[in-house]
Each structure stands twice: as C-alpha cells, then as structure tokens.
RNA sequence: GGGCGCAUAGCUCAGCGGGAGAGCGCUCGCUUCACACGCGAGAGGUCCCUGGUUCGAUCCCAGGUGCGCCCACCA
C-alpha cells in the first residue's frame, strides 16, 4: 500500500476546519431534540446522497496501479437478497469502502445473472399459476416472456444492495445475458471448440426428469435412502442359472450383459457362456471385468450400459448394445416391451417385480440403505440416460489453475480451502456444458438440414460453407456457469482492449461461500488464464455459511429463513452489515440476533457520543463550533489516553479488514467505543465541559481549555466515525456530516495512525486509575452505598498524581489530602480499599454498611490467599524456576508481591 | 468409503502454553444535565472424555465420544 494515497488532498482527513457550516441552529435543535438514531429514516437519505456524488463510479485511467477491484458474484436476477448476499455485500464493503478511502480508484463491478435453469423455473412457475405452459407457448414467445419477467422484476436485489449500503458502481450494471456478454461466450465457445476442447459425444449423463435437461455433476446431491435389494435369477442357456442383485429391478429390461469379476473363481467357468434375460428372453453373454466386487451380493452382476454410469464403462470395453427402457421423461420407452412401456420408472419398478414373482425368479430380497443422486435444481431422482450431449475437457484447463493456486498466484483465505480446491482440480472430469432449456446462451453450432455438416462459429453463417444449404441453430443452450465463469474479464469490456479492462484487471479479491467453489471459482481460474493469459483475481476470500439459529440451513421451504430486509428495516442496514460481520468467522455459524442489536445498539452509541460532544461544545461560552479545529489539542492525561488508544484503534482495524479478520475489526470498533470513547473519555472530560449555572463568565484561561478540549474532542469523534465507517456507513456519513467534515466520509481519507500520539505513560497512568475506579464502585456497592452518597477518603497508593481528581469524580469520593493536618484529612480511616499500588482509605462510615464490607473483606482475603498459595507454590518448584522463561518466574514473582501486598492492605 | 471442521458461562461465540472473556439473558442498584436501544455493580464455567508431551495444558500430540459440512460410480 503505503505511498499510493499519500497525494489525496489533507482537506478531506479528519484533522481539520470546519468547512462549512453544518450545525445550523436549526440542526442543533433537531439534534438536541432526537436522542436516538433512527436508521429508517436517515439511511434511504444517504444512499442517495451517496449515489448522487459520483463516489461510487471510478474513471478508468488505463492504469491498473492505484486501483482496486472486486467484481461481485452476480445474484440470480430473479434472487431476492438473502443472508448470504447481505454478508457478503457486507463483506466486500467493507473492502471496498476501505481501500477506497486509502485513496484507491476504486471499482465494485455489480451484475445479474441470467441463471439458466433457476430463472427459467420461476418464470415457469409463474406462467403455470396462469394456466399457461411453456411448450404452449412455444421458445420464442417463452424467452421474450423470460426477459419480460426479468424487466420487471428483475434487478430488485439490485435495489436491496444498495439500501444495504453496497457501494457497487450502479452507473455499470452488467447482465450475463447482454448482447456484448452472449457475444463473448461465443467466442469463448469457438476458441476452444476449435483447441479441441469442446466436442460433442453420446455419453451416459446425470438426466433430470424434473427440468428436462442434463445437469453437471456438481449439480447433483446424494441422498440416503433405504431400498429393497432384490435377488433374481437368469437361467443360463444349457443349464444353470446366475442370480443378480438390484435395487433398480426395472432396468433389467435393459440388460445386455451379465459380468463377473475375471479372480472369481467360483464364476470363471461361466464366462463365455450365455443367459436369458427373463420377461424379455433376450440373449445376454457373460463376461468378466473386474468392476465386479467378488464380496457384494452373489458377485454376478447385471450389467445395463444404458442406465447406469459404471455399466455405461464396462459396456464400453465390451462392446455391449446399449438399450434404453427408460425416456427423458422418465417414463418406459417402448423398448421396455409392450407390459411396461408408459409407466413411470417407480410403476415399472413394481411391475417388473411382479411379473418376476410369476415366474418364480426373485430368489430373495433385503432392505439396503445406499445413496440416490437427485436434482439440486428440481429435487427430482436423477435418471442416468445416454444422450448426445457437449462437453469440454478440463485436463488441459486445470493444469495452470492448479498451479496458479499451488503457487501462491492466487490465494485462498482461509487456508484449509486451498487444499480442497486443489484435489477437487486434481480429479478433474470433463464438463457436461450443454443443456435442454429455452432460458441461456444457445451454442453458437449450427447444423446443416442438407449436408448434416455442423459449423461452429461465433456469428451465424448465412448458409452452409459446405454445401449452401439451410441451417439450424443447435437447440441446446450452456450451463449458466460457462458464461459466468467470464464474469471478471467480461464484465470490462474483454475480448476488447478496453481502458476498464488495463485499470481493473485482474481484480484484486473474490469474496464468496464455500459451495460454489467448485462451480464457479475454479472455472473462472480456468478460463481467465485460458483467456487472458492471468488469474481473474489475487485473492479468494472464502466467507462463513449462515445458519438458522436453530444450527439448521436457512432455506425458504424448511421455513428456517431469515430475510436480510426484513432485519434492516427493524434494526437499521448499520446494524445488520455490523451483526453479519461481527458473527462471521471461518467456520459456519448460526445467525445472531444479538449480534444485529449489538451493531444498532453501537449505530445509537456513537450518534450520542457525538451528540453530547457538539452539543455541549456549542453550548460553550466563548467557542464556537464554526472556529474550531478538528486538532488534537491535548491537556491532561486523559486527552493523551483517548489519542494514544485511537491510534492503537487505527492500526488494528486496518490490519484486520486488510486479513479479512471482519468479527474482530468489528467487536474491536465496539470495545473501543463503548469501553473507551464513551466509558471513560467522556465521562473523564465531562466535568472540563461542565456548563456554569451560575452564571459566572468564564476567565479566559478557562475559554482556552474549553477550547482545546473541544478541539481534541472533534477530532476524536470525526477520526472514530471515519475509522467505523466501512463497517457501519450510515450512521458514521450522517455525523460526518453533523462534525463539519468536508464533503461525503465515503470519499474522505482513511485515519492514518499517528506514531508520535502513542503515549505509553498515559495509558499506564489512565488504565490504573480505571481499575482503581472499577475496585472502588464494586466496593461502594459491596457496603450498600447509596448512588449518590460522597464518601470522604483518602488516596494511600502510589501513581494516582495526575488522576487523583477523576477518581473522586467517578468514584463519588470526597478525597482530602494524604497528609492533610486536621480535620477529615486527619481521621482514622474505617476501612481500606486495595487499589493498584496501595489503599483508599474511608474515612466516615456514615450511609455505609461495614458489616458487609466486613464479609466482602475476608471472602476476598481468602481469595487472595489461595492465589498467594498457589504463586508460592509456582516459585517453589525447581523446575519452574530453572526452565520457565526468566521473564515470565519475574512476572510470577511481581504479582506475588501485589497479592501480599494487597492481602496486608486489607 | 475418503477429507475437512467444531465441542469454552443459560444461549450465540471469542481466546489459545503461565491470572477463564464478550454480546444477549439473569440478579441488584440508579429520573448521575449524550444515550433507559442507557449507566453502575454482580451471580454464573470438572474450557466433551481418556491418555501423552511439558516445570506448567482450555490451548500442543494421540485415541475416544458427540455434532456439522464437503467429496466419492460398489450393484
């Protein structure tokens, strides 16, 4: 990073002049008037806000250096956001909005996806609730109701990311569908039709009965389910018999072998021989291939090319017939004999069945649990069926995705992803890239009707370069996954050589959950080093799963879903994006509605932080809002406390966005507010800003305090705002705004962390004084002290020089002088309170309960005792004093100094 | 059948070789002039089990138990 911002104008950073005069005192007074922030009405504002300035569109320059891009998973444009989506659109924000206020041009490539099968389900869905099918319509008229579909009601996820606070680029919203798109696949297609890589082949593949098309692989789940096992009998032409077992009895009518394994030797006299399929008396040969398991059912197998993938191998190195009995509508084709043709596969499983009990062929049958692939997309049973399809070979493609990753060219955060990625790739199978939908990219492969030649190419041919007859389109369209496996080059204008591809590519991360790895981020590597020579990214942010809070999938069907918009509407898009961030990790993880109350709670904190400051600094005699600067002015300890933290604050939450740690940058934004900003700064300097009802005018030292502190506290308040603001933008734009901060906190310079601010002393001298104060409340409480009862005593501890005031303040003490002769300052103390370095000592029992002070005191005397015990115990062992650290027997025998010490205070 | 991960407070999760933490929930007390979506104080834990390594283990190692997820063509 480093020097790449360091030209962004200073006006912009959070040391500064107000501007302009945004506390007018009508402001004043609406800001006097709410006490808490109201996100429903204040974000929709800001998005606007924020769309009209401009920020989110960067102009290409034509140099990559300086920029930063993340191209967005494009949602399914008939999607509605869901919690994967808003955490990831928190995500990439977050980066986003980060990087570009370190001053990168900075680009969120934003876009929908023409989701093939997905989208064409819904729009069927919809046409069906009017009583109209999609083959009535015909193709034409069904793609044109699809776009009109996605015209209408497309693009309000769009909407939904942006009411999140996304800062995509909105001025450049791409389509995977668009015409320069479809163009690209084509001729993506083309080249590597023509490299040898696509090819078209009848193959067995995964048929989905549901949406009438072949799936890929990756789109297949197993389930487990219990089915019967039967055992049938062949008789064997000359005598004998085989007995097979099948849980698919319906497709021996398939058959066209019987194998055993070649080792069996209680089979091997079989082979060569010849069985009788029963029901069809079709002639079958017994062959030997050593698929066959020796110790799985009889060890006789059926063997069914046409219906099952692993007969589809054997029948191939047997030079097997392949018969279908089964139709792409997954019922009985007429090959299955007059009996079963028409019946469902489930039908003809009972039939089959029957007609085998007739003729006394099922010798036995047992219940058997195994997985049975079905559809991801339609949920219906896979029917494996050999079928004329496209496929593209992967070996060659996966070789340099292989290395790009093993080589570090692009990495996978968290790291345990890599190596899954890595044997996935290693295994590769070819790709089953065509599809039997209306809804895609059509393959650019035309046939001729005279010749039958087929011509690829990207733009139609007129007519057959052949023979000059008439051509066809293939009918077929692509996986939606081949054209959004260009998504990051093609979104910028490749295969031209445009200023957006030479300033943004390739991009800098890609953000997304695990479960389209595969799908998805594997085949963009692939492509992108196929076809534009690098990696479309340097980095794969691979982000937690939500779940339902009950452990369970969030999913519409099982009711568990939580809608992101319905969160943001209740509690406020801050809140939300702070919620999913603070409760991702890399793990999966179940949502936290805390969490998203946590984030509002932090939103209402920090406008009433900056509330109180602006406020109370107007209502300042001699100081106004509109001189000051927003300058660190430090005074008293405190103020180097509060500074020497935010610069601590700073480095770490950059070292967390920048390592994708989202939990931590968030909760640490929390503590620092809460337990920092608000617990202890303000209330330290409240007194310093005190207003006078006496009505005294202040004397002019007195106005230059005031002042100072004002100023350090602006520039407090703007530089916390500015460092929250990736993680919660609303909130943080809208005080940016109150804090006199010149133009939008969305294009302002990120907080540098100021080296010369660390203060180690201070932070010693306020931390101690805190645990001092946090000791003397809960020993307040202990005695049953009323919460506004001042209790006289006195400091006898060492190391509360310069916070011995604010302790009294927050202690409610009335502290005299140590030493002081007479009076109070002289009395026997009542009792004595350890702190850090020493005592309090009380000096009146008056509205105080000692007794229980009393029983406070021994409880915490044994306490004490046992951890002396167990210290000296520590100290007293040889080994751990000979081979423990020196450091750390020194840290050990320092606090067995304290707790004595602290034991004999009390 | 392989692989990965997780078991810490009532719930959701941090922590990770030397004093058990957060948010929410719970209890008690507060109209303390920013915030009751608040403030202050508390209660609450054989850090899953069994071994091992170590001066020392919630943390490292091995095994076990339970629960997730991914990949996989045994009928």
Known sequence: ??????????????????????????????????TRFEPAAVEPRIVQRWLDSGLFHPEPNGVREGGYCIAIPPPNVTGELHMG????????????????????????????????????MVVEKALAAEGVQRRELGREEFVQRVWEWRNHYGGRIVQQLKRLGASCDYSEERFTFDEDYAQAVAEVFVALYEKGYIYRDRYIVNWDPGTHSAISDLEVEEREETDTLYFIRYDLEGGGSVTIATVRPETM??????????????????????????????????????????????????????????????????????????GEDGRMTSEAGEEFAGLTVMEAREAVVAALEREGRIVAREPYTHSVPYSHRSGQRIEPLISLQWFMKMDELAAPAIAAVRDGAVKIVPENHRKVYLEWMSQIRPWCISRQLWWGHRLPVWCCEACGAIHVAARAPQRCPSCGGDLRQEEDVLDTWFSSALWPFVTLGWPRDTPLMRSFYPTDVLSTARDILFLWVAR???????????????????????????????????GTGIDPSEEIEKHGADAVRFGLLAMSSTQDVRYSPEKVEQGQALANKLYNAVRFALLRIAEQPGVSLQTLQATPQPRTVEDRWILSRLQRGKREIAAQIETYDFSHAALGLYDFVYGELCDWYIELVKHRLDLDRTGTPPGGDQVQERRALSETLLHVMRETVALAHPVIPFVTEELWGHLGGEGLLAGASWPQPDESLIDADAEAEVGRAIEAIALLRGWRDSVSAKAGLIVPARIAAEGYGSTAASIGRLARLDLVASNGAGGVGAAEPVAAVPVPGGTVEVLSAEGLDLDAAKRRRETEQQRLQGEIARVQGKLGNEGFVTKAPAQVVEEQRAKLQRLQGELEAL
């Open 85 to 120: 989506h808003a955490l990831n659109g928190s995500i990439q924000d977050v980066l986003v909005r980060h990087h570009r206020m370190r001053g990168m041009r900075t680009k969120w490539i934003l876009g929908t996806d023409h989701a093939g099968i997905a989208t064409q």
């Open 524 to 558: 963009m590597i692939m492509m992108g080093i196929e076809f534009t020579g690098r990696p479309p990214f340097a980095e794969v942010f691979v982000h937690s799963v939500i779940q339902a809070p009950d452990g369970r999938r969030m999913s519409k069907s099982l």
């Open 253 to 326: 009518l398939a058959d066209t072998a019987v194998a055993v394994n070649p080792d069996d030797e209680r089979y091997r006299d079989l082979v060569g021989r010849t069985a009788i399929l029963p029901l069809i008396g079709r002639a079958l040969p017994v062959i030997a291939d050593e698929y066959v398991k020796m110790d799985f059912g009889t060890g006789q197998l059926k063997v069914t090319p046409a219906h099952d993938p692993n007969d589809f191998e054997i029948g191939a190195r047997h030079e097997l017939d392949e018969v279908s009995v089964i």
């Open 1 to 34: 990073m480093g020097d790449r911002h360091e030209s962004r104008e200073e006006v912009r950073a959070a040391s500064g002049p107000y501007t302009h005069a945004p506390m007018s005192d009508r402001d004043l007074e609406r800001l006097r008037a709410n």
